[in-house]
């Protein structure tokens, strides 16, 4: 049919171009720049494995404006951790997450709700070494506006109009589904005064393989996805210190890899441990799509971060390089007294 093979290529070509492939049998997900932040999508075991007692996380992304409609994402998410006794060091973790999505010139959208819970199970108070185990369950809808589609039909004559009859029968532009994913992460520290903090996890997503198709096509599902993640943050002395992040995610057959680091300066609180501001600056790369610079800012628990995507692609004759930019904002903070024995630092600043 017409139709479908429109769609399907329309689509596909959406896909290309935004990190979301659509074929006869498959799809992937979104993916961040500063993928580090976002860690429901990542592996739902980092829930509550941060700084303070919460943390907020807001992310917009804009991509592909210099060769087409650019591809919009916002997320945003909260995480909080909660000791489980006074007689352990155990904490559970809840999270929330949900982000928007719109793609291409029919505006394929996404729209998803991701709820998480993770145990952070103490190995050693000594070296704050947790083996966290995390949940998620998403729903998510799919859309996309059949009135900004065009057709063969409607270029007679030599020219465009969009009162000629299309002569398709359209699908139902709207279809929703249900998630399932699980990670293990373990972390821990080492060093002079545990001044090297990392983190190993790994996770899997889409456990359900939902159909994924505007046609209802049971034999067109989303694949499942498998996701390795690590960090490490050393502190170098009381101004200097580096993180290095690295995501290794494969769904189908598509597979992403990204890794980088910042370097960063920090100025601290006059008699205290606290840091006042911080500056951040450094690169990451994902493997045969782009380099990625980021800076960042901490002024005491609000963090501003900028990213840009140089593309590196097949796509880089037509975009210059030129791939998309991601801004984020994240505020953490204690529930409880800051100084009490509960609400120590459980992961690297």
Known sequence: MKMKRFLLNTITAIGCLGGIVLNDAQAQDIHFSQFYETSILRNPSLVGIIPKDYKFTVLYRNQWSSISKPFETALISGEVRIPVSSEVNDFLSIGLLGYYDKAGSIDMKTTTVYP????????????????????????????????????????????????????ENMPNPKFNYFDLGAGLTYTSS??????????????????????NSFYKNAGIKLDMKWNVNADLTKILNEIWSFQLHANYMRQGDYNETIAGGLIGWNKKEEGTNNIQLALYAGIYYRVQDAFVPVVKLRYRDYNFGFSYDMNTSSLKAASNLRGGYELMITKIGFISDPNAEKSRTICPE
């Open 116 to 167: 998480a819970i993770s145990y952070n199970k103490t190995l050693s108070e000594e070296h704050n070494t947790y083996l966290s185990a995390g949940f998620t369950g998403g729903y998510i809808q799919r859309s996309f506006d059949p009135t900004k589609a065009t057709f063969n039909n409607q270029f007679l004559g030599g020219s465009y109009d969009p009162a000629n009859p299309t002569g």
């Open 190 to 211: 080492a060093g002079q005064d545990n001044s090297t903090n990392y983190s190993l996890g790994v996770a899997g997503y889409h456990f359900t393989t939902p159909r």
